[in-house]
């Protein structure tokens, strides 16, 4: 990959924002949830999440997450999707989801 300045990265917008809903999505092609999530005086904002090999529904309620805000929305089957929730490959070629290791606020920006 091309390295970028820390300009380029400035122009991402990552925030940290707790779900609230959880649904399984089965009009999505590949397997996934459709999530409701929090970004406190930023709003609530969904996201479709291809997460279903590591997490089920109720284990994803509550949790905080970080994800991209500032990408244009993306219609997903028949869901918007506004955030594009972040993570990591993990061991079995599956999203493993990233987040604080303490509590801050939601909608707090990453740096």
């Excluded at 109720?58 to 990408?71: H, I, W």
């Amino acid at each position: 990959m091309a390295s970028i300045s820390y300009a380029d990265f400035e122009k991402v917008e990552i925030r940290s924002g707790r779900i609230v809903r959880v649904e399984p999505f089965p009009k999505a092609k590949k397997p996934a949830y459709r999530l409701w999530i929090d970004f406190g005086e930023f709003g609530l904002k969904q996201s479709s999440a291809q997460i279903t090999r590591r997490y089920d529904c109720p284990d994803l309620l509550g949790r905080t997450v970080l994800a991209v805000t500032n990408f244009p929305p993306r219609q997903v089957a028949d869901f918007i999707s506004e955030v594009l929730v972040l993570g990591v490959v993990g061991p079995e070629n599956d999203v493993v989801l990233i987040k604080p290791d303490f509590e801050v606020a939601l909608g707090s920006r990453v740096l």
